[in-house]
């Protein structure tokens, strides 16, 4: 399921950063299903983040600077943070 940065912003009750509105617009434009996330430090606040098998991969095609990622098991979430 496609998302726009708009419907993120309705579904949590937010408003994105630049960067993240281009990090769910590259995101999605190349397949990828944005999800929400809330990495190690964030007080709970909620980002957009990518589950990928290849992290380094994953940041190379964003094309992006600063992307975190955080280890899931087999995979990886690469988010804004």
């Known amino acids: 399921m496609e998302i726009t940065p708009k419907q993120w912003e309705e579904q ?3 408003k994105l950063t630049p960067r993240e509105k ?14 929400s996330y809330t990495g190690r430090g964030m007080s709970g606040r909620v980002c957009p983040g990518v589950t990928v098998e290849n992290a380094i991969d994953f940041v190379a095609e964003m094309g992006m600077k600063g992307l975190k990622v955080d280890q899931m098991g087999l995979s ?3 988010y804004t943070g």
């Open 22 to 35: 281009n990090f769910i617009k590259k995101a999605e434009n190349d397949g990828y299903k944005v999800r």
């Open 12 to 14: 949590h009750g937010s």
């Open 76 to 78: 990886y979430i690469v």
